[in-house]
């Protein structure tokens, strides 16, 4: 099994977490567009993790109950294209993906 540290050029994992904390934040607004985002992390705060998938349309990141939020949201996920991981996945990784 894959972790990020596997995938992630060395020294680009903030630059994973800047290209996938957009999403996170668009998440928190679908379900409330007047939340303050510094606020919700302040009891569930995002980060990285190890449970993804390469998807036909990009590497999709999938967060369990209670990890970036409360039961009642499920188990988010986000999908970023895989042409946005560019320089930031490994190219062994991305090849045929982009």
């Known amino acids: 099994q894959l972790k990020l540290d596997d995938i992630v050029v060395k020294g ?4 994973l977490y800047d290209v996938l904390y957009p999403d ?3 998440w ?3 379900s409330n567009p007047e939340a303050d ?3 919700y992390e302040k009891v569930w705060k995002f980060g990285l993790t190890d ?3 390469f998807a036909k349309d990009g590497l999709n990141f ?5 990890e970036i ?9 986000f999908t970023v294209p895989y042409a946005k991981l560019q320089g930031i ?7 045929g993906q982009v």
Do not use: C, H, R, T
């Open 28 to 30: 928190v607004k679908s």
């Open 62 to 66: 999938q967060y369990g109950q209670y």
């Open 12 to 15: 680009k994992k903030k630059a």
């Open 37 to 39: 985002v510094a606020e």
């Open 89 to 95: 996945i490994k190219p062994e990784y991305l090849a």
């Open 69 to 77: 939020g409360p039961y009642v949201v499920g188990m988010p996920d």
């Open 51 to 53: 449970n993804f998938s």
């Open 24 to 26: 996170f934040v668009a």
